[in-house]
Structure formats: structure tokens, C-alpha cells
């Protein structure tokens, strides 16, 4: 499923990501390190804080390794256990005008 017609979470992420990689050759130019030097060094450090027995650190490096575990929800309609009961069920499918530019061919 793809984001919502407008959405612009993806181009934050890209601009940050960019942003951060700049800030790194930077700091890696200004302190004559090799290439991703100051990316390996925070690695390196963040390996050794798990190593260490930082409980946040290891779950944290864990989650990113292998993501986070499933969680189950419990969802009931009473409070007590009883059934879910739906007042209305409605599917709206919507289609954007032939005349917006961003439509494309519809």
C-alpha cells in the first residue's frame, strides 16, 4: 500500500539521511579519517555499550538486527472478554478528478 497522495514523510527521511551522511564526510575530512571513519567509530562504540551489558543498548541492537518481537492486542467489546460488535462497516473507494496533473492517466 502506498502512502496517501501528498505525503511527504519520505522526503523528510531522505533529506535527514542525506543531511546526516554530509555531517559525517565533515567530520571525517576535518579529522583526516578514512571514508565512514566517524560512522565505524559510533558502530564501534555502540557494539561495545551492548558488549558491556547495557539492557537498552542490547535490546536496541537486537530490534535493529532482527526487528522487534511480535506483540498480541487483546481487543474486546465489553471490557470483560465479550464479542466486538460493529455498528457499520463502509467501504468509500475515491478516485481523483481526470483534471488534477497528479492523477495521472485514470
Do not use: C
Amino acid at each position: 500500500m502506498s502512502a496517501p497522495v501528498g505525503n511527504k514523510n519520505a522526503a523528510r527521511g531522505n533529506w535527514a539521511r542525506i543531511a546526516l551522511k554530509e555531517a559525517l564526510k565533515r567530520r571525517d575530512a576535518k579529522l583526516n579519517l578514512p571514508f565512514d571513519g566517524t560512522l565505524e567509530k559510533i558502530l564501534d562504540d555502540y557494539v561495545e555499550e551492548a558488549v558491556n551489558g547495557n539492557a537498552d543498548t542490547r535490546r536496541d541492537l537486537m530490534d535493529r538486527m532482527w526487528g522487534k518481537p511480535h506483540q498480541s492486542v487483546a481487543i474486546d467489546g465489553d471490557g470483560e472478554g465479550g464479542p466486538v460488535l460493529y455498528q457499520k462497516v463502509e467501504r468509500l473507494i475515491v478516485r481523483p478528478k481526470a483534471e488534477n496533473p497528479d492523477s495521472g492517466s485514470i
